[in-house]
């Protein structure tokens, strides 16, 4: 079975992106996550960031390694750091959405340290945090 690992921070941009800034962040994210494997999703509110990512422990490590070298955010908050048995969002090299604030807060707030060994067994997925970001994802009409 494939190693895989997730990761759940929340951390704060240095300015208010603009969307142009924001596309070419997630050029550049998406094209490394193809090449080690990554996948996940980005949440934008003023100012805020929340993102999920998945893969092979290898291309998790060098994908966080380039997160916390970037110079466009601070206060990383980790929220989630775990193997887990199956990917959440296999579609998405980084999906990205602009989300209102009560969502970020609920997400930041949630639970994320439940064991979620069960993961493979969606959509029963047996911590908090991951069931919001999931049901939010879904509500958008996105699917995984
Ligand atoms: C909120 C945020 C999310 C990012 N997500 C990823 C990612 O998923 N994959 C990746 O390879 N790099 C990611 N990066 C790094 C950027 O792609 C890019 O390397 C970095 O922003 C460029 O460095 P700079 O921000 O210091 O100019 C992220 C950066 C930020 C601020």
Redesign the pocket.
Same mark, same amino acid.
Not at 35 to 45: M, R
Not at 69 to 79: K, N, V
Not at 81 to 91: D, E, G, H, V, Y
């Given at each position: 079975m494939e190693d895989l690992n997730c990761i759940v921070y929340v951390?704060s941009a240095i300015r208010p992106l603009a969307v142009p800034e924001l596309e070419a !962040?997630l050029v550049?994210?998406r094209q490394?996550?193809d090449e080690v494997g990554?996948t996940?999703v !980005?949440l934008y509110h003023d100012g805020t960031?929340f993102?999920y990512?998945e893969g092979p422990t290898e291309g998790v490590t060098q994908?966080y390694a380039?997160?916390r070298?970037?110079?466009?955010?601070h206060a990383i908050y980790e929220l989630l750091n775990t193997k887990i048995k199956a990917r959440l969002f296999p579609n998405w090299l980084?999906g990205a959405s602009n989300v209102t604030s009560s969502l970020l807060l609920n997400l930041a707030r949630a639970e994320w340290h439940a064991s979620i060994q069960q993961v493979a067994d969606l959509p029963e997925v047996p911590n908090e945090g991951l069931a919001l970001l999931t049901s939010y994802w879904k509500s958008c009409g996105y699917g995984p």
């Amino acid at each position: 079975m494939e190693d895989l690992n997730c990761i759940v921070y929340v951390s704060s941009a240095i300015r208010p992106l603009a969307v142009p800034e924001l596309e070419a !962040l997630l050029v550049s994210a998406r094209q490394f996550n193809d090449e080690v494997g990554v996948t996940g999703v !980005l949440l934008y509110h003023d100012g805020t960031f929340f993102q999920y990512f998945e893969g092979p422990t290898e291309g998790v490590t060098q994908v966080y390694a380039r997160i916390r070298a970037s110079r466009s955010h601070h206060a990383i908050y980790e929220l989630l750091n775990t193997k887990i048995k199956a990917r959440l969002f296999p579609n998405w090299l980084m999906g990205a959405s602009n989300v209102t604030s009560s969502l970020l807060l609920n997400l930041a707030r949630a639970e994320w340290h439940a064991s979620i060994q069960q993961v493979a067994d969606l959509p029963e997925v047996p911590n908090e945090g991951l069931a919001l970001l999931t049901s939010y994802w879904k509500s958008c009409g996105y699917g995984p």
